[in-house]
């Protein structure tokens, strides 16, 4: 039996799930060369998995409060005005916001940028949850893809908490009825953008360049490779010069709607297309029931009136059919809503689910994460950035 001898530098890759409701979440997060000898606590979930994963993927449940603190009812705590050390007026129930915004809690210190989530708020105060925002599920840890390389051990420096890596910022999505829907509390101000010149004025000269590096793009294509198959009738919505999907799929057909001709005709993938600006007229020209499959690629920041297309989304997809949506952490900032920035990139995760429950007759909603590779050396963000782009995904189902 093969095993781990903790001398090598280890890779692989770690995912944690959970479900609430009706909802999927799995966050995958790659752990890029970690230190056996300071990385590795004993006893630890990751020092037994190690044991075990070179013969395969190594799954363990564990029950709330195991990998990070219980929830406490105890830190829900009601917060005075007087105590919020940013602009009251900007605090909004349902987001995440840093805790050392608040002070008068007890070992938070200002600056300290772990999140607290608003839960309520009037004139005079706020109701704010100071837990985890995974404090209250069972998370599912699977272990996989292991890779070793040789290094020379190292007996100093720092270590590095991976498992604390992994599991901050996943669960700022979730939703349920404790936590108000970030699109409840959605106005004018947060559809607005830098630019409000027109978009085929913005998007008219064709620029055929990806907006994520170039792992992400293969990390987008293998993650479509999982939605779409080969009989499917796809739309491609907001659509560019490339669809992301394998090359090798050849779905029965892929309809393209953008704003660039030249790149749509350029894209390869697309069996047909349109020109259409869907802030200035979020309708799609389809039957009910058209398509098994909807596509929205690193464009869902951009759209002004996003239920509207939603629900048109959900009347053209065929009973049983999905729509999924994927984005990155990178926009053009002249045209992404003003919400969008201001948000955490999990909690965007949350702000596009909640695009669909709002919307109606989806079911079965997953979101999913990919996060922690090494940028690849071809990147022009490389070496100043040390990570990958992180790659975000929503996906519903049209209720059968």
């Known amino acids: 039996m093969k095993t781990y001898t903790f001398q090598d530098r280890a890779s692989f890759n770690m995912a944690v799930a959970w479900t609430l409701g009706d909802t ?17 606590f004993p006893g630890s979930f990751l020092e037994q998995g190690l044991k075990a994963l070179a013969e395969g993927p190594v799954s363990r449940e564990f029950c709330p ?10 830190l829900v705590k009601t917060v005075s005005r ?6 009251f007026q900007r605090i909004v129930a349902g987001r995440f916001y840093p ?16 999140p607290y989530r608003c839960l309520e708020k009037d004139s005079h105060r706020i109701l704010g949850d100071f837990n985890h925002p995974l404090s209250r599920f069972p998370l599912r840890v699977t272990l996989s893809g292991l890779k070793t390389g040789q290094a020379k051990m190292e007996r100093g420096g720092s270590c590095t908490d991976w498992m604390e890596m992994a599991l901050t910022g996943p669960g700022m999505q979730a939703r349920d009825s404790a936590y108000p829907e970030l699109t409840a509390a959605m106005g004018p101000a947060d559809v607005r953008r830098a630019d409000e010149g027109p978009d085929e004025l913005f998007y008219g000269q064709a620029r055929f360049v990806h907006h994520i590096d170039t792992h992400v793009v293969q990390c987008l294509t293998d993650w479509y490779a999982t939605q779409v198959s080969p009989d499917d009738r796809v739309l491609d919505l907001m659509a560019g ?7 090798g799929l050849h779905p029965a057909e892929v309809f393209g709607l953008g704003l660039n001709e030249p790149e749509l005709s350029a894209n390869r993938h697309l069996t047909g ?22 596509i929205c690629s690193l464009s869902v920041e951009y759209l002004t009136d996003p239920l509207a297309v939603f629900r048109q989304v959900q009347r053209v997809l065929a009973p049983g059919g999905t729509f999924s949506v ?4 990178r926009w053009f900032p002249e045209k992404a809503i003003a919400l969008w920035p201001d948000l955490h990139e999990f ?49 519903g189902r049209k209720a059968a």
């Open 65 to 74: 409060g195991e990998l990070v603190p219980a929830f406490n009812p105890a």
């Open 241 to 247: 010069w490339t669809s992301h999907l394998p090359d």
């Open 24 to 40: 999927t979440h799995t966050d995958h997060f790659y752990v890029h060369r970690l230190n056996p000898w300071r990385d590795l």
């Open 347 to 395: 909690e965007r995760l949350g702000l596009v689910t909640d695009f669909f429950r709002e919307a109606g007759g989806f079911s079965d909603l997953s979101t999913v994460s990919f996060r922690g590779h090494p940028r690849p050396a071809d990147d022009r963000y490389y070496p100043g950035l040390r990570l990958s782009d992180p790659l975000f995904a929503v996906t």
């Open 326 to 329: 994927a984005f990155s952490n």
């Open 82 to 87: 007087d105590r919020i050390n940013t602009d």
């Open 273 to 294: 297309f349109t020109v259409q600006d869907l802030n200035r007229r979020p309708v799609l020209d389809f039957p009910e029931n058209r398509f098994d499959r909807v």
């Open 99 to 114: 805790q050392g915004m608040v002070s008068g809690i007890p070992g938070v210190f200002r600056g300290n940028m772990t």
